[in-house]
């Protein structure tokens, strides 16, 4: 196994990813032969991502270790990666895309408590306790790389490509501080620190990392055992800092050469293990964790040095985006580029949709007004103006969520006293997400009603192969998603469509956006000569009837649209195209200015939490 990234053995890895090949594959039954590197995806947009821990989604070998399945657990429960294999049938018949896995490298062995992956001790080495059999995988790491192959290769014959959570701004606990332990309160300078060993203990005598340590001890690959590589202030923010007990890289460390200038040795070494896991793995894409907590100058430098890599291979199309939990201004600090910028680099593809997740969930459920929605991608059109990714424009590209590993309540909500009350809301949200631009990304065990809420992040960490007849292709929840899915997948407008929200109205008069909680929300997505009208009402008891505005040009009177989807199975077809005079109507638009017509509408009629996606016969 490599401990160098400039060992021979990763040299001949990425000899080997630029020497393209056939690869056979079994699934099924069948033989499938495919390229490798496995080409990219002409247009992400064209895919939905499933993100899963690996901990936490199944094991067909044995139950959750800790019960019950879906308590608050904070070890690992034992989920593994031939668990994900023996469910990508599953998941490609719901119709993912694309499995988005949280982090799979090594984690500090000594602590039972990294089962996120978040922690990483060895940027080169593969997490043991994610293989089907752990203790011969501690022995033996090429088992686990194989069962992580197996799993990558079964996917890429199946269709669905495979992203890797990353992590560049911190590593697991791999030192203590003296006289504190794991954590130790932020100062402005290093305090003395205690190399840990393959059993988790601070050496007194480690001061400095030790020269040839076990490959469970300090921090691998080799050359990143060094002080100065590693903040060494104790916990801190945004400005700088561990990240509770994992030790902040210090990303920002210069050191000079004859040759090269000034240069940044922690940033080379995570750029050159990042390019060995896509030669290596053959994966897709990287989301890349607390990207915010990372130099903005930085970003752009791994985003351009892993694009060129994945081009120098074949994938055209690698994926990268951030988790930046912030609003829209900080977002676009790290995404793109601004077109009048002097430079050439361009930083990730896209960011994790944080803002529109502040917003839709509770629109959704009608604790907000769908102007909250509306008003966010104004601002977010103004914020990104000048800005080009490598994609194109950065927010079409978005990864768009409804809830994710990191919240302390799924989005589902299963009323004790009424639990089937709120179930059409899933459906509704779901639409919503995969109907408005970007790629939309489902939290695992969605499709199958998970509905965890407590007091710590692992209410929604839930083991899901514990639940009784936990991948059920038949839950109305998994039926629900797959037509959506499916619809999406159908409809280029729904991927590729310019997005428009549209005023509706009540009384056929006064038009306008849903300014109010449990209101309408409707949009349309446009491609060409093709509307499709997408119409939400949040309200849980009541109905609504009345109009949308449809584009003028491309609607003629009379015409019929039809019901692609609804979460109700008696929806009311909507009434042809008809047109208001000049004069005859008011119309509120965004900025606040009224016009008076004229123009076309669409009747038609919502039951509570009911959605409606239209298109024209």
Known sequence: MPTSIWSDEIQAVFAQARSPRTKRVQIGGKTVEMPTPFPSPEDWRDKWIYFLLVDRFNNPQAPPRQLPWNGEHGEYQGGTFNGVRAQLEYLQELGVGAIWLSPVLKNCQYNPYSYHGYGIQDFLQIEPRFVSDSEKARKNPQLAEDELIQLIDEAHARGIYVIFDIVLNHVGDIFEYEGYGSVAPWRNYPYLIHWRDENGRGRPEWTAAPSDPTPDATIWPSELRRNEFFRRQGEGGEEGGDFGSLKELATDYQEFSPVYGVYYPVRDILIRAHQYLIAKFDVDGFRIDTLKFIEPDFSRVFANAIREFAFSIGKKEFFTFGEIYDNEDKIARYIGRNA?????????????????????????????????????????????????????????????FLDNHDQHQRFYFSDPNDPHRYDDQVALAAGCLFALQGIPCLYYGTEQGLHGAGGTLEAVREALWGRPNAFDPQ?????????????????????????????????????GFSNFPSGVLAFSRILSDQEVIVTANTNSQSEWQGEVLVDFAI?????????????????????????????SVEIREVDGAITHGPTRVLRLKLQPMEIQILEEL
């Open 340 to 400: 009048m910028e002097d430079s050439d680099l361009i930083g990730v593809d896209a960011a994790l949709d944080f803002p529109l997740f502040y917003k839709l969930p509770d629109v959704a459920k009608g604790h907000l007004p769908p102007t909250e929605v509306i008003n966010m991608f104004e601002y977010r059109r103004r914020v990104q103006h000048g800005t080009i990714s490598s994609q194109g424009e950065a927010s079409k590209f978005f990864v768009t």
């Open 475 to 511: 839950n109305p929840f998994y039926q629900a998603i797959q037509k959506i899915a499916a619809m999406r997948d159908r409809q280029p407008a729904l991927r590729y469509g310019r997005q428009y929200f549209r005023q509706i109205s009540g009384d056929g008069v006064h038009f």
């Open 555 to 583: 609607n003629p009177v009379g015409s019929i649209y039809q019901i692609l989807f609804s979460n109700k199975s008696n929806s009311a077809a909507p009434e042809p195209v008809s047109e208001k005079s000049m004069g």
